[in-house]
């Protein structure tokens, strides 16, 4: 997929995302200097918390920020899972990739 086809779909994904905006609005200032370390998001099935996470993470990325996502369905549940699964997410060629 061409850049410039991409960047149009993610456009009208964002358009198009009705999530909750306190939600966001939270998310968002999160992102400063004195928002929290580690956020947790959490609910039941089916309610758009992927969604909102990645409009959070496109909206955080046209801000300078590193995003990096783990799907946590495939971590172990672990404080050793968890640092596993990041430590192959920043060793994977596409982080590196996209820091070049």
């Given at each position: 997929?061409s850049?410039?086809?991409?960047?149009?779909?993610?456009q009208?994904?964002?358009?198009?995302?009705?999530?909750?905006?306190s939600?966001?609005?939270?998310?968002?200032?999160?992102?400063?200097?004195?928002?929290?370390?580690?956020?947790?998001?959490?609910?039941?099935?089916?309610?758009?918390?992927?969604?909102?996470?990645?409009?959070?993470?496109?909206?955080?990325?046209?801000?300078?920020?590193?995003?990096?996502?783990?799907?946590?369905?495939?971590?172990?549940?672990?404080?050793?899972?968890?640092?596993?699964?990041?430590?192959?997410?920043?060793?994977?060629?596409?982080?590196?990739?996209?820091?070049?």
């Amino acid at each position: 997929m061409s850049p410039k086809l991409a960047a149009r779909l993610e456009q009208r994904a964002m358009e198009r995302f009705d999530a909750r905006e306190s939600e966001l609005a939270n998310l968002l200032a999160a992102l400063g200097p004195e928002g929290p370390v580690v956020t947790h998001i959490h609910g039941v099935g089916g309610i758009g918390k992927s969604r909102l996470v990645e409009v959070f993470g496109s909206m955080a990325r046209a801000k300078g920020n590193e995003v990096i996502h783990l799907d946590c369905r495939a971590v172990e549940p672990s404080p050793k899972g968890f640092v596993r699964a990041l430590a192959l997410a920043l060793a994977s060629q596409s982080y590196l990739s996209s820091r070049c």
